[in-house]
């Protein structure tokens, strides 16, 4: 079963280096599913100590008043006997520690350069590795003991800092809780065993320990609690005797203050029943048989998380897109196809497989008709005006029978009014295509991921547009000019004359000029004008998707495409500069990948030979 524990270890250092351990992570974090043994206990209890001796080695910072002023995570790897035991910090990759007072040194340096020089605690958590072949696979994190008082220097609100740092640690499910407690305080006082009742009331994942029962006052003792009588866990207190401050001092080493501890229990009358399950050592073995147990049980559990979250770092792989090609022909390949993909969608909007073509449509259908309709032509066929016009176009020769010159010019004025619903009608189809550009921009995944590309490539479409809009407005224009330019004969022959109706073609001038005369001529104006406009309502939508709609679907970016031949290799890279976020998000995805990837093989592995 160890290789469970070492497997477990394996993963959460490389947690560790991937970053993944937690702290406001946008990413799904595997160590949050891995457990960890926390060391929670008041000020001075002598949790590094306890630490210390677990591992068998001296190397953390101790002293009287607040001296673990960040959380240390400590993972424990057993190396093959004979190997020569060496530490690692993560903040310093690739310097192997061989020497531990420099160890102590640096997780003071280390701890100053967060907080300063003060009595000032940090959340951010130091990471050390130790490899040596007397360790067990562990990990462990050190905390800030619990207090009461702020003193000297430091903020009040440190009391209610430190709580919550240590709760953030010890309220996740997969922490086990290494609570100790001083003998020679009341146990009912004990920090350790309030916060983590609190946090594990059924006491699942509570190990309690007791320290300085060497410190106990004469003639009282330990045994009530190191039986369990006076407060019961679910798992079986530990007795341990640590090297008091005096031992520090004088460099009591760890072998002879374990050995020392072993004989206390094997020799103090009231332990002696008790010695087989007290001591550092047996705390020890009994914290990696526990880690072990509750890792077994949390193997299917992580599983399925590695599962999961492996589909979910490959579907968000997959929408960020592959890395580039280095050749000038790869680039041009993935332009090209990129922008094969932009256009596709384009034209997706147009046919109706996407939305927003349907606009374009009721351009044609409601906006045109409405617009034309507005025009009323009052201006051009007032009273006031025809009489204008006819008299103008008379000149020094009234009109004999029909005034010829001036129907003319009278309907080319109102027709000459249609231009302005015409053009209308073009900017308004215009607009709709920008639209459908920018939402077929956003709808291309590849282009999110190459903003260079993404400004050329919507540029390119919009002056593509641009000119197509010119050159359907002067169509349309040409329409409109086209039916003032000929008028249909047809239509002024089939008009009843004047003679029919009874009137007489010898009529004096200022009959030619009377308002009933004048009425009709505007009369009949305004119905050649409507047959017009019923016409143009036609022809003007079809020269419009002619030279907007029908030429975007066909070439929105063909000038881009020859423009694209003559770049040079810089200008094409230069295009597909990737969004550095998006560079490092997938570069952050692949490493996390393949960490999920070797984990889930590893623990198939293991779970298989369980
Ligand atoms: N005699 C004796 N002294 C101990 C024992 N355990 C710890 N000490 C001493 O108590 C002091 C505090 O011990 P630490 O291990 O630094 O306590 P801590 O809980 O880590 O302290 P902070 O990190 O500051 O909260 C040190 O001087 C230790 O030598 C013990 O079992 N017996």
Redesign the pocket.
């Known amino acids: 079963m160890d290789n469970l524990i070492s497997l477990v270890n394996k993963i959460q250092r490389a947690c560790t280096a991937l970053g993944d351990h937690g702290e406001a992570s946008a990413l799904p974090t595997l160590w949050d599913s891995l457990p960890a043994i926390a060391v929670v ?10 630490l210390e001796s677990v591992v068998g080695k001296d190397f ?1 910072p ?7 002023r960040r959380p240390l995570v400590l993972q424990l790897h057993k190396s093959d006997e004979g190997t020569r035991e060496y530490a690692e910090f993560l903040h310093l990759p690739r310097k192997r520690f061989t020497d531990f007072a420099a160890v102590r040194k640096e997780i003071q340096d280390e701890t100053d350069r967060e907080t300063g020089r003060t009595k000032q605690i940090s959340s951010v958590p130091i990471h050390l590795s130790i490899f040596s072949p007397n360790v067990v696979n562990l990990t462990l994190v ?1 905390l ?2 619990l207090t009461k008082v702020a003193v000297e220097g430091q903020p009040e609100s440190i009391v209610q800092d430190i709580e919550n740092m240590v709760r953030s640690y010890i309220e996740k499910p997969n922490c086990i809780i290494l609570a ?1 407690s ?1 003998a020679n305080q009341d146990l009912a006082t004990s920090d350790a065993i309030k916060i983590s009742r609190e946090v594990d009331p059924t006491g699942e994942r509570t190990l309690g320990v007791l ?5 106990m006052d004469k003639g009282t003792d330990a045994v009530d609690i190191l039986e369990g009588k006076s407060y019961r866990l679910k798992f079986p207190w530990v007795g ?6 005096a ?2 001092n004088k460099n009591v080493d760890m072998i002879a203050a374990r050995r020392r501890e072993r004989e206390y229990f094997a020799s103090t009358p009231e332990y002696r029943h008790l010695a087989h399950r007290m001591g550092s050592e047996h705390l020890a073995k009994m914290l990696s048989k526990h880690l072990e147990t509750v890792i077994k049980s949390r193997i299917p559990g992580i599983q399925s998380l590695i599962n999961k979250t492996i589909v979910e770092l490959e579907t968000e792989l997959s929408r960020l897109g592959r890395p580039i090609a280095a050749d000038a022909g790869g680039k041009l390949y993935s332009i090209m196809e990129i922008c094969r993909l932009f256009d596709q969608n384009f034209r997706e909007h147009l046919d109706g497989v996407r939305s927003g073509g349907d606009k374009v449509y009721n351009v044609f259908d409601n906006q045109l008709p409405a617009a034309l309709k507005r025009l009323q032509f009052d201006r051009q066929l007032s009273m006031e005006n025809i009489k204008k016009l006819i008299t103008e176009a008379d000149g020094y020769q009234p009109h004999l029978i029909a005034p010829e010159q001036g129907y003319r010019r009278l309907i080319e004025s109102t027709l000459v009014t249609i231009r302005g619903p015409a053009e209308a009608a073009v900017d308004a189809v215009h607009s709709i295509l920008k639209d459908l550009v920018h939402k077929a921009i956003s709808e291309t995944p590849e282009l999110k991921q190459y903003p260079g590309l993404r400004v050329e490539v919507g540029n390119a479409a919009i002056e593509s547009l641009d000119r197509m809009r010119d050159q359907s407005k002067k169509a349309a224009l040409q329409l409109v000019d086209m039916e003032c330019c000929y008028l249909t004969v047809e239509f002024f022959r089939k008009l009843p004359q004047d003679v029919e109706k009874g009137g007489s073609p010898t009529q004096s001038i200022f009959d030619r000029y009377h308002e009933t005369y004048l009425r009709r001529i505007g009369t009949t104006v305004l119905s050649y004008v409507n047959m017009v406009c019923a016409t143009l309502r036609h022809s003007i939508p079809k020269s419009i998707v002619y030279c907007q709609v029908r030429e975007a679907k066909r070439s929105l970016l063909d000038f881009f495409y020859t423009e694209l031949g003559k770049l040079e290799q810089k200008r094409l890279s230069a295009l597909l500069n990737e969004d550095p976020a998006v560079m490092e998000r997938r570069s952050a995805l692949a490493k996390r990948l393949e960490l999920y990837r070797s984990a889930q093989a590893e623990i198939d592995a293991v779970a298989w030979s369980k």
């Open positions: 206990g008041g000020q001075s209890s002598g949790k590094s100590s306890v953390l101790r002293g009287s008043g607040i001296v673990t050190d800030p003991g100790i001083p320290t300085k029962i060497d410190l341990v005797v640590n090297r008091s401050q031992d520090i």
